[in-house]
């Protein structure tokens, strides 16, 4: 079995900063993309921004210049450093892996999602 948690949420004035961890344990092989998904209150979940085993990175045209993601891929880690957050950035934060095990094909898990406020 293969667990993804998330940590780092907070509230946080309009202008500042959080940065969102991403762990994933349990029977890995390898892990190929990574992503971080925004659902707002009433909203569908939506890709914030995504990064792939070769570190190449994606991002919504919403965070672009604002948002950062990286990943350490020996601690099977990603990570998104969020800058000038906005009202509209509330909501809950989940991560998401493309994950190989040994003895198992491959799978996309979810993370239970860490929440983030911003107050204008």
């Known amino acids: 079995q293969v667990h993804l948690v998330e940590s780092g949420g907070g509230l946080v004035q309009a202008g500042g900063s959080l940065r969102l961890s991403c762990v994933a344990s349990?029977?890995?092989?390898?892990?190929?993309?990574m992503g971080w998904y925004h659902q707002a209150p009433g909203k569908s979940r939506d890709l914030v921004a995504s990064?792939?085993?070769?570190?190449?990175?994606n991002y919504a045209d919403s965070v672009k210049g604002r948002f950062t993601i990286s990943r350490d891929n020996d601690k099977n880690t990603m990570f998104l450093q969020m800058n000038n957050l906005k009202p509209e950035d509330t909501g809950v934060y989940y991560c998401?892996?493309?994950?190989?095990?040994?003895?198992?094909?491959?799978?996309?898990?979810w993370g239970q999602g860490t929440q983030v406020t911003v107050s204008s």
């Open positions: 990064i792939t085993s070769g570190l190449d990175e």
């Open positions: 998401n892996a493309d994950v190989s095990q040994v003895t198992a094909p491959w799978h996309v898990y």
């Open positions: 349990g029977s890995i092989f390898t892990i190929r993309d």
